[in-house]
């Protein structure tokens, strides 16, 4: 829209625009649109929009034939949204983005974030957006020019903090342009800039456990000028090896330690456990005939490298609210790392039988104890990695006790929200899960594909 139409609508719709919302209207076409090109949009992409106020952004972003969900908190707006787009390519929610549940984006095959984030609540909205593991492949957002360059700092710089490191340990941040507030109705009082963020590929910096990362980055910063060592004294004990191995001096403070270098003290850090290695090819599973009749045993190597029929359990647990939680497979795991799992689930050892198998993974996975109750027993096949599977389930609010040699994180799923998961997304789980969960009563059938634990 041009200026003068702005003006024109607004008065219109009756809209002031309210300082509070973060209400400025972008009135420059040619950035619009710029900005929509840089997300490289198709008709297989689904598009959350934050903030679409009178629809710069939305009309490049449907022009291009992707779906578009845009999350309006102003009702006026979002009423004037749909008549101005009448297509069901578009869907307006009328709410709070602080309130949308990110994990519904896991149904959609592919998600792509662009908006123009109210500068009061920009961070909190970033954030939550981002969490990891995060549905979205690529976020544009147009940012007070201030957190724009707190987002892509370097480490040694004015800019650099928390924030920057929280974002940068899953995310790649680029400042794509500064945009100065003339091109707003009304003009801000600060400049704005465009970032853009993609995911790092999952071995692209060591691993390191995300919760503690965040616990002693927020702890390091919380007293900026202060040293370290001083901050830390309790995490990290020997803080002269820690400075060593990280080659900082052991006078730094939290913004001279780069990424890696913060990673790599997280992961030194106490207390907690020490990232573990994978599985060891020692141990040894039941071996059986095609009838699940025990005929010996094997180790673990054998047993996958010669493809011998063998037993497994999985085990489900659901929360009082219904919800299902999933575990994250360590990028350790020797078959199908870093993709989505059953909450426990592994093989029955020599010696054991199913029920002691599944109490054990239980215990050794997630650090508790719960009823499990057999649900139904799927035989063995290509798809289930040539093992026969016991499928328990029970009840559980959590909190657990990760291995993290097994499990990267966890997360509670709507049951629903899984099987449409599982469609649009087959390749996001591991495909014994698919096999369990296709099975369990009531859940819709889902997409196969081939491999086993």
């Known amino acids: 829209m041009k200026l003068s139409e702005i003006h024109a609508t607004l008065r219109e719709i009756r809209v002031s625009p309210v300082k509070t919302l973060g209400q400025n209207f972008l009135h420059d076409r040619n950035l619009a649109q710029w900005i929509v090109a840089r997300a490289e949009l198709t008709p297989d992409d689904y598009v959350v929009e934050v903030g679409p106020g009178l629809g710069a952004l939305t009309e490049f972003a449907l022009a291009s034939g992707a779906r578009v969900l845009a999350i309006e908190k102003d009702a ?3 009423n004037f949204l749909r008549d101005r787009f009448p297509t ?3 869907e307006i929610v009328h709410g709070d983005a602080l309130e949308f549940d990110v994990r519904a984006l896991f149904a959609q095959p592919r998600v792509k974030f662009i908006g123009n984030l109210p500068y009061n609540i920009s961070s909190q909205l970033l954030l939550q957006f981002t969490e990891y593991p995060s549905p979205i492949a690529l976020w544009l957002c147009m940012l007070q020019k201030e957190m724009a360059r707190r987002l892509s700092a370097e480490s040694r710089t004015a800019d650099y903090g928390a924030l920057t490191l929280l974002v940068q340990l899953h995310y790649r941040v680029e ?3 500064t945009v100065p507030a003339s091109v707003f109705l009304p003009a801000p009082e600060v400049d704005s800039a465009f970032v853009k963020l993609t995911p790092r590929a999952a071995d692209e910096l060591p691993e390191v456990d ?3 990362f965040k616990k002693l ?11 370290l060592r001083k901050l830390l004294r309790e995490d990290v004990p020997d803080w002269q090896t820690a400075a060593g191995a990280g080659e900082f001096a052991s006078e730094a403070r939290a913004e001279e330690l780069s ?3 913060w990673i790599q003290l997280v992961n030194l850090a106490t207390p907690g456990p020490a990232i573990e290695a994978g599985q060891s090819g020692d141990e040894r599973f039941v071996v059986v005939d095609s009838e699940d009749r025990v005929i010996g045993d094997a180790p673990r190597s054998t ?5 011998l029929l063998h037993r497994a359990v999985h085990i489900l647990l659901f929360n009082d609210a219904g919800e299902l939680f999933l575990q994250k497979r360590s990028r350790r795991k020797d078959r199908h790392p870093g993709v989505w799992d059953s909450s426990a689930a592994g093989h029955v050892d020599a010696g054991e039988d199913y029920d002691d198998a599944a109490a054990r993974e239980l215990q050794e996975e997630l650090g508790v104890t719960a009823a499990l109750e057999r649900v139904v027993k799927l035989p063995a096949s290509s798809r289930t990695g040539r093992e026969f599977i016991w499928l328990y389930r029970g009840r559980h609010n959590g909190p657990f006790e990760l291995a993290r040699s097994e499990i990267e994180l966890g997360r509670f799923f709507p049951p629903q929200l899984v099987t449409d998961w599982v469609r649009a997304r087959p390749a996001d789980f591991a495909p ?6 296709n099975a369990l009563p009531g859940a819709p059938q889902a997409e196969r594909p081939s491999g086993g634990r």
């Not at 980055?217 to 040293?227: E, L």
């Not at 047993?303 to 493809?307: F, I, L, M, R, S």
């Open 76 to 78: 006026r707006l979002a």
């Open 88 to 90: 069901d390519r578009l």
């Open 175 to 177: 400042y794509l342009r």
């Open 210 to 212: 995300a919760e503690r």
């Open 217 to 227: 980055v927020r702890q390091g910063f919380s007293q900026r000028r202060k040293q």
């Open 259 to 261: 990424l890696n270098q």
């Open 303 to 307: 047993v996958h490298g010669d493809n």
């Open 432 to 437: 014994g899960f698919i096999e369990c969960w």
